[in-house]
C-alpha cells in the first residue's frame, strides 16, 4: 500500500477541501512551538512525525483558532502519510476528555483518511497516563490486532534515541520541549529541569530552538520576545514599577512548569517576566563585567547616545561565549 497517490485513497470532501484552503494560508505562527515535526528518517528510511498535542491548549478556548491547527496538521503530514511512516506521541499535559479536545480528536477521526492509519508503521506513545492507557484498553477489541502490534508504550526519551532516530543526545533532546522533559523527570521521581535559575548555557542546550540566522535560541527566550513584538514595547506602561503580583505568578509558575501560553495582552507582566528571567541567570547576560561597564556609561556626566550604547554592546560580545552572544543579538534583532 505504500506509496500511493492521492487517487488511490477515499478523502472525505472535507480533507479536499481543507488541502485546497491550505495553498493560500499562511501557517508561520505555528512553526514557533512543535506541535507537529518531521525530525528525519528512523533505521529502516522511514519518515517520523513528532506529534505533541498539549501546544493545541493554547487556543483549546477558540473554535477558529483549534479549526486552523487542525489545517496546519493536515499541511504537515499530507504528503508525509502517503507512504510508511513512524509517529511520535507525547501525551504530556494532555486532556483529550476536555470537551473542545474530545471535538477536534473526533474531527480528526471523522476527516482524515485512511492511509494515516494504514500506513503507520510504528506509533511510539511518551508519557501515557493511566486514563489513556486504560482507554486504549478498553478500545482493543475495536481495533485490528494488526494495529496493536503497531503500538509501543515509552517512559524514557532515552530509548527513542535507541531505536527511533539516531541523533546526539542534545540535539535528540531539544527535539522534546521543557514540558515533556518535565514530565519525564517527574514521573521518575526526579528532580525537574527549571527555567527560571537555570544556566543560560543549560537552556541553549536542552530547550534551543533554530529562528532564523539564530541557532539554540532558549523556547522561553523565544516565547517571551514574540509576546513582547506583539502586544509592542513602546508603550511606557512597562516601566512603572507596579505589577499584577497573581498574573506574574501565574505567568512565571506557567512558563517554569512547560504549561502551553496562551496569548498575552498585557504587557507589563510579560516585560516583568522577561526581566526576572534575565535577573535569575546565575550569570548576567553580557557578563559581571559587562553590567559593570554598561552601568558606567549610563552614570557618566554626558548622556550615551543609543549608537554608544550599542556600540559597547557589541564590544563586549567579542569577549562573550558564543552561546551568550546569540542569544544577546536574538534579543537585540
Same mark, same amino acid.
Given at each position: 500500500m505504500a506509496g500511493r497517490n492521492r487517487g488511490d485513497w477515499s478523502y472525505t470532501p472535507e480533507y479536499t477541501r481543507i488541502l485546497e484552503?491550505?495553498?493560500?494560508?499562511?501557517?508561520?505562527?505555528?512553526? *514557533?512551538?512543535?506541535?507537529?515535526?518531521?525530525?528525519? /528518517?528512523?533505521?529502516?528510511?522511514?519518515?517520523? +512525525?513528532i506529534f505533541i498535542p498539549c501546544f493545541l491548549r493554547r487556543q483549546q478556548d477558540d =473554535?477558529? =483558532? /483549534?479549526?486552523? =491547527?487542525?489545517?496546519?496538521?493536515?499541511?504537515?503530514?499530507?504528503?508525509?502519510?502517503?507512504?510508511?511512516?513512524? !509517529?511520535v506521541y507525547c501525551h504530556s499535559k494532555?486532556?483529550?476528555? *476536555?470537551?473542545?479536545?474530545?471535538?477536534? /480528536? &473526533?474531527?480528526?477521526?471523522?476527516? !482524515?483518511?485512511?492511509?494515516?492509519?494504514?500506513?503507520? =508503521?510504528?506509533?511510539?506513545?511518551?508519557?501515557?497516563?493511566? #486514563?489513556?492507557?486504560? +482507554?486504549? $484498553?478498553?478500545?482493543?477489541?475495536?481495533?485490528?490486532?494488526k494495529f496493536w502490534?503497531?503500538?509501543?508504550?515509552?517512559?524514557? /526519551?532515552?530509548?527513542?534515541?535507541?531505536?527511533?532516530?539516531?541523533?546526539?543526545?542534545?540535539e535528540f533532546r531539544r527535539l522534546?520541549?521543557?514540558?515533556?522533559?518535565?514530565? *519525564? $523527570?517527574?514521573?521518575?521521581d526526579e528532580i525537574p529541569p527549571s527555567i527560571f535559575?537555570?544556566?543560560?548555557?543549560?537552556?541553549?542546550?536542552?530547550?534551543?530552538?533554530?529562528i532564523g540566522d539564530f541557532q539554540q535560541i532558549p523556547a522561553v527566550l523565544v516565547m517571551l520576545t &514574540? *509576546? +513582547?513584538?506583539?502586544?509592542?514595547l513602546d508603550n511606557p506602561v512597562i516601566f512603572r514599577v507596579f505589577c499584577d503580583a497573581g498574573k506574574l505568578y501565574e505567568l512565571v509558575g506557567d512558563l517554569d512548569g512547560g504549561e502551553?501560553?496562551?496569548?498575552?495582552?498585557?504587557?507589563?507582566?510579560?516585560?516583568? #517576566?522577561?526581566?526576572l528571567f534575565l535577573d535569575c541567570l546565575p550569570h548576567p547576560l553580557l557578563s559581571y563585567h559587562g553590567y559593570t561597564e554598561l552601568e558606567a556609561i549610563q552614570t557618566k556626566g554626558t548622556k550615551p547616545s543609543a549608537a554608544e550604547k550599542l556600540k559597547t554592546v557589541h564590544r563586549l560580545c567579542e569577549h562573550l561565549p558564543s552561546f551568550a552572544v546569540n542569544c544577546m543579538l536574538f534579543v537585540l534583532d
Amino acid at each position: 500500500m505504500a506509496g500511493r497517490n492521492r487517487g488511490d485513497w477515499s478523502y472525505t470532501p472535507e480533507y479536499t477541501r481543507i488541502l485546497e484552503s491550505n495553498k493560500k494560508l499562511d501557517f508561520s505562527t505555528f512553526q *514557533e512551538y512543535p506541535l507537529i515535526q518531521k525530525i528525519g /528518517l528512523d533505521p529502516d528510511g522511514r519518515p517520523v +512525525l513528532i506529534f505533541i498535542p498539549c501546544f493545541l491548549r493554547r487556543q483549546q478556548d477558540d =473554535a477558529d =483558532a /483549534l479549526d486552523r =491547527a487542525f489545517h496546519y496538521l493536515v499541511h504537515e503530514t499530507d504528503d508525509v502519510v502517503s507512504s510508511e511512516y513512524v !509517529l511520535v506521541y507525547c501525551h504530556s499535559k494532555m486532556n483529550w476528555l *476536555e470537551p473542545n479536545m474530545f471535538t477536534f /480528536l &473526533r474531527n480528526c477521526y471523522d476527516v !482524515l483518511p485512511r492511509k494515516y492509519k494504514k500506513n503507520i =508503521a510504528k506509533l511510539y506513545i511518551v508519557h501515557a497516563s493511566f #486514563t489513556l492507557r486504560t +482507554l486504549f $484498553a478498553f478500545s482493543r477489541p475495536f481495533m485490528s490486532e494488526k494495529f496493536w502490534k503497531k503500538v509501543v508504550y515509552v517512559d524514557w /526519551l532515552d530509548d527513542l534515541m535507541q531505536n527511533v532516530i539516531q541523533l546526539g543526545e542534545g540535539e535528540f533532546r531539544r527535539l522534546f520541549p521543557h514540558v515533556v522533559q518535565r514530565e *519525564e $523527570a517527574l514521573a521518575h521521581d526526579e528532580i525537574p529541569p527549571s527555567i527560571f535559575g537555570a544556566p543560560l548555557d543549560s537552556l541553549c542546550e536542552r530547550t534551543g530552538q533554530s529562528i532564523g540566522d539564530f541557532q539554540q535560541i532558549p523556547a522561553v527566550l523565544v516565547m517571551l520576545t &514574540r *509576546e +513582547l513584538e506583539a502586544v509592542g514595547l513602546d508603550n511606557p506602561v512597562i516601566f512603572r514599577v507596579f505589577c499584577d503580583a497573581g498574573k506574574l505568578y501565574e505567568l512565571v509558575g506557567d512558563l517554569d512548569g512547560g504549561e502551553p501560553i496562551v496569548a498575552i495582552n498585557d504587557v507589563v507582566p510579560l516585560w516583568v #517576566t522577561f526581566k526576572l528571567f534575565l535577573d535569575c541567570l546565575p550569570h548576567p547576560l553580557l557578563s559581571y563585567h559587562g553590567y559593570t561597564e554598561l552601568e558606567a556609561i549610563q552614570t557618566k556626566g554626558t548622556k550615551p547616545s543609543a549608537a554608544e550604547k550599542l556600540k559597547t554592546v557589541h564590544r563586549l560580545c567579542e569577549h562573550l561565549p558564543s552561546f551568550a552572544v546569540n542569544c544577546m543579538l536574538f534579543v537585540l534583532d
